[in-house]
């Protein structure tokens, strides 16, 4: 997980976000099945193509690469009806971390924000395991509620690493000179904010390389 930073609003935002969170809480006020036309209009293609690309494709929780991905509301909409179209509220997440996330929020205990907090300040790695940096309890609910550890993020975290170790030590190998740096770039952009799992790999350069 790391900082997502919000785009500005996608048009379709601009023009609706007002109209369709009056006539959402109309409905929700009157009772019975609300249409799926009004109820699901953060799923409108132009609103998912904005959070895809905040997101670089990504969970923003676990940071797996999603072919589709689903949106989820930071602050659910069971609590927060208003928020149902804000866009601060929208955020990219893989159809597992949303389902583990659920409904929960917290202003007592909550989870990590990815728009607004960052992740690295509460979550460290060491190696492909998650942990709460300095026991933080932010971190601790955040890698326990979105299950973090679960095997298939472990085993892809795991896999991530191995293929960098051959870069690395290929960069310690050379002398210094151009070709030294051109293999650090290259390394580098491994932990560009688009790459996959790159929290993991920011933190992994770091231990291994100092960077």
């Known amino acids: 997980m790391i900082h997502v930073d919000k785009h500005p609003k996608p048009q379709i935002l601009v023009d609706n976000e007002a109209p369709w969170t009056a006539e959402y809480l109309d409905a929700l006020a009157a009772g019975g099945a609300i249409p799926d036309a009004i ?16 997101a670089f494709g990504k969970c923003v929780y676990c940071e797996a690469r999603i072919p589709v991905g689903e949106t989820d509301h930071f602050r659910p909409v069971v609590g927060f009806p208003a928020e149902i179209v804000m866009w601060v509220n929208l955020l990219l997440a893989c159809k597992e971390c949303n389902t583990n996330k659920g409904s929960y ?15 690295l300040d509460d979550i460290f790695f060491f190696g492909p395991m998650a942990h709460p940096r300095n026991g933080s309890a932010k ?3 955040t890698i326990q509620r979105l299950r973090l550890e679960r095997i298939e993020l472990f085993q892809a975290r795991a896999e991530r690493i191995r293929k960098l170790r051959p870069l690395i030590q290929e960069w310690r190998l050379q002398q210094e000179g151009p070709t030294k740096e051109l293999l650090k770039a290259t390394i580098l952009e491994e932990a560009g904010a688009d790459r996959e799992y790159s929290a993991l790999v920011r933190t992994y350069l770091f231990q291994e390389c100092g960077w």
């Open 139 to 141: 971190g601790l609910r």
């Open 105 to 119: 929020y917290s202003d007592q205990e909550p989870l990590i924000n990815p728009s607004i907090d960052d992740p």
């Open 39 to 54: 109820r699901y209009r953060y799923r409108h293609a132009d609103v998912k193509a904005a959070l895809r690309a905040e």
